[in-house]
Every structure is written in C-alpha cells, then in structure tokens.
C-alpha cells in the first residue's frame, strides 16, 4: 500500500531564507506525486506535480521539487521565503489508476520577520 | 471557469444524526472524489465517483455514502454521525482519461459532531 512521510511537523523560517520542506513516499512502481498548500480554513491548492521525466520539477509560487528514486523522497524548495507562504503543506502520492491520493499528515510552516 | 465549490461552509450535527454534504464539480470535470481530513492530518481518501458509479473507497465504513448526479456534483451522507466524524470533508474534482490527473479541491465542509 501507498504511504507517505512527511518527517517535519513544524517548520520556521526567517523570511527571505530558503526552505526545504521533505516527504518520503512507499510505493512499489513509478509514483505520481504531489506538492500541495492549504491556507486556514481553505482547501488544498497544487503547487506542483510529478508524473514522469525531468526529477526537477517547477510549480507555481516559485517552489520546485525533486524527485529522487533512490531515496524515495520528493522533497520541496524555495529560495526564498515570503510571509504569505505561511501555511500548511502536504505530499500526496497518487495511485496509477487515478483513483485516489494519499496524503502525509503535513507540515506547518511559520514564517519570522 | 467556476471551480470547485461546496455547501455548506459549516454544519454542526449531534451524535447519531445524519448529514448530507454537497460539491459541484469544475467544469468539464467527470470525477468527484471525497476525503475526510481530522484535526492535524492530512486529508483521507473516502471514495471516488465517475460517470456516477463508485470507482474506489478508501478505509470509511458503509454509513458513509455518496451519490453523483448526471451533471457530475455530488452528495457525501453520513448516517449515525459519531464524534469522531469531526473534521474538513473535502471534495476535489478531476478529468479521468485513464491516467491519473490533477485533482482540484474545494474549499470544504466543516462538519462538527456534538
């Protein structure tokens, strides 16, 4: 069965740094993968996905991601950090026949100035 | 482009009760799927409709149901409402051309379990 780790409850940073955000997936083939934000009180918004090709991967907001095989991680970036990203993310590993997500608990994100 | 809209915004129900929850897909979108997100996790797959059959359910007992009409939106009821059925119930709505695609979400439902 799928699953997804996401090891960080809670992040800060300092507004302006950069940002990693992890997840590590378990899935026996080829995963399709995602990055998604919520807001309070909002519903998830798709930063950005993995289907196949390219392991880097560009989303919107300025956040890419990598996909690593080898170490079944899929982990988030930004180099710089704005207040507005404060939010709550998660990684979700999608089955092949599209017929559902699977999600990590998430991982808040606090933003200093 | 409408997208993915629910209703209600909240609802507070009591123990044994039932609820119906609604979504309106986004245009152009054949696939409803449900998930349930508690406090503090991540959202949890309930089922799937396309073409208004069930096409998947996660790990939800039979008191939880749903229904797709023939304009793609849908209903989630939940029948003998217990506390633990506290939590954001998200809809997200999809093109399902025999590969996985982008799921878009809508704002939720959050149901409240007196």
Known sequence: AQSVTQPDIHITVSEGASLELRCNYSYGATPYLFWYVQSPGQGLQLLLKYFSGDTLVQGIKGFEAEFKRSQSSFNLRKPSVHWSDAAEYFCAVGTPLGNKLVFGAGTILRVKS | ?114
Request: charged share 15%; glycine share 10%; with cysteine.
């Open chain 2, 1 to 114: 482009e409408t997208g993915v809209t629910q209703s209600p915004t909240h609802l507070i129900k009591t123990r044994g009760q039932q609820v119906t929850l609604r979504c309106s897909s986004q245009s152009g979108h054949n696939t409803v799927s449900w998930y349930q997100q508690a406090l503090g996790q991540g959202p949890q797959f309930i089922f799937q409709y396309y073409r208004e059959e069930e096409n998947g359910r996660g790990n939800f007992p039979p008191r939880f149901s749903g229904l797709q009409f023939p304009n793609y939106s849908s209903e989630l009821n939940v029948n003998a409402l217990e506390l633990d059925d506290s939590a954001l119930y998200l809809c997200a709505s999809s093109f399902t051309s025999g590969r996985l695609n982008e799921q878009f979400f809508g704002p939720g439902t959050r149901l409240t379990v007196l």
